[in-house]
């Protein structure tokens, strides 16, 4: 007895490709928005920094803030260099492609950046007192500053950019080919 094709798969096993760019797009827009969330934590664990020594809590703060930026953070890097800026580097805009060089940049700024931060979290999260307030706030204003400015550019202009430009590849021209040839075959 013939089987419905819903016995085999179910509807959401076989996403289409501008399904799949939606759930990695929705992915990496979800890490933007855990970012913003771990910049504000540094910035409270600066501003708490100011008003007494480092706690439990602020302890805690660091480790969290570490976690993010030392994992998570560079995963996300790693993606959108692998998926989202090979299709704009590809392609022959040269504004976009002059976007995308500065947001490498970027990456490899924020890196230089957080290995100094990571430092001086690390201390704090280990409740060792040799690190620097001053190195500290100067760092996270500067890091701060540079990933918002890098999200922004990320959402308003290159994801949709590259989003578009994968959309643009379906395959669709050789599974038309496939059906034709079977059709021929028959
Ligand atoms: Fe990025
Ligand atoms: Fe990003």
Redesign the pocket.
Known sequence: MPQSPSAHTSPGAVPTLTGRLKIQFDA?DS??QQ?IDTLNLLVKLVDQLDQHAADEPVKRMARQIITFFGGESRA??AE?EHL?FPPILQGLDHRLIEKVRR?QQDHVWLEQDWLELGLQLDAIARGYNWYDREALRQGTSTFVALYLD??DL??SII?PQAKRRLAERADAGAARTQAEQARRRA
């Open positions: 990496l890490c933007h970012t996300h890097h959108e989202v947001l890098h999200i990320e959402e994801y």
